[in-house]
């Protein structure tokens, strides 16, 4: 899938939609809380982002119940948004969870 990114069924990809992020409500204020959280987990160390996500949402639904309806590929939508801000470095094909690394930015 590295070598050939054109060839991936869009099933297959981490993506959600400017749709399903609507239905999914999230306050300015929790989505700086998800950030925070993904930010703890993230080291000068590569790291699988399907990692990072699950260790984020661990820990948040650890916390508190309300995350519970918030899908994993709503914190990989958060974590491409991360990489195109250049606040962390990635690796790989990010619509891929399993098939990219992050670090903090050099």
């Known amino acids: 899938y590295n070598l050939h990114p054109d060839i991936i069924p869009d099933e297959m990809k981490d993506i959600i939609t400017e749709e399903e992020i609507e239905k999914l409500a999230i306050s300015d204020e929790d989505t700086a809380i998800i950030q925070q959280q993904l930010f703890s987990h993230i080291t000068n160390d590569w790291k699988k982002v399907a990692r990072v ?25 958060l974590i491409r948004g991360l990489v195109a801000a250049n606040r962390i470095s990635s690796r790989g094909n990010l619509d891929l969870m399993r098939f990219s690394e992050i670090r903090l930015a050099d």
């Open 53 to 77: 996500v699950m260790e984020t949402m661990f820990e948040l639904k650890e916390k508190d119940p309300r995350w519970n309806g918030i899908p994993d590929i709503y914190y990989a939508h």
